[in-house]
């Protein structure tokens, strides 16, 4: 399974972006699909999460301001980022796991920059 991340960039507080993480491969052992971002200085963190039969949970700080969703042939993950905020920024990594407990050793994009001024 590959996964490419793309969407990222830089925008002004208040403003929006999405991401897109293409999907190729042997896709079928996933069920499992999210996005995690990682800030300088910090550990990688969950931000959003979906399942095959469309499923979400987000992290309380994006909770309203993002949406995660899923393409009927699982093979673009996106992620609508409205009304951003400098805490915002970070690295953020599509992924791709079997269930919620694998995510770790899932598979990972490599990342795509979000920085948001102030």
């Known amino acids: 399974v590959q996964l490419q991340a793309s969407g990222g960039g830089l925008v002004q507080a208040g403003g929006s972006l999405r991401l897109s993480c293409v999907v190729s491969?042997?896709?079928?052992?996933?069920?499992?699909w999210g996005w995690y971002r990682q800030a300088p200085g910090k550990q990688r963190e969950f931000v959003a999460t979906i399942t095959n039969d469309r499923r979400t949970r987000y992290v309380d700080s994006v909770e309203g301001r993002f949406t995660i969703s899923l393409d009927n042939a699982k093979t673009t993950l996106s992620l609508q980022m409205n009304n951003l905020n400098p805490e915002d920024t970070a690295v953020y990594y599509c992924n791709g796991a079997r269930n919620r407990f694998t995510w770790a050793n899932g598979y990972w994009g490599q990342g795509t920059q979000v920085t948001v001024s102030s």
């Open positions: 491969g042997n896709i079928y052992p996933i069920n499992y």
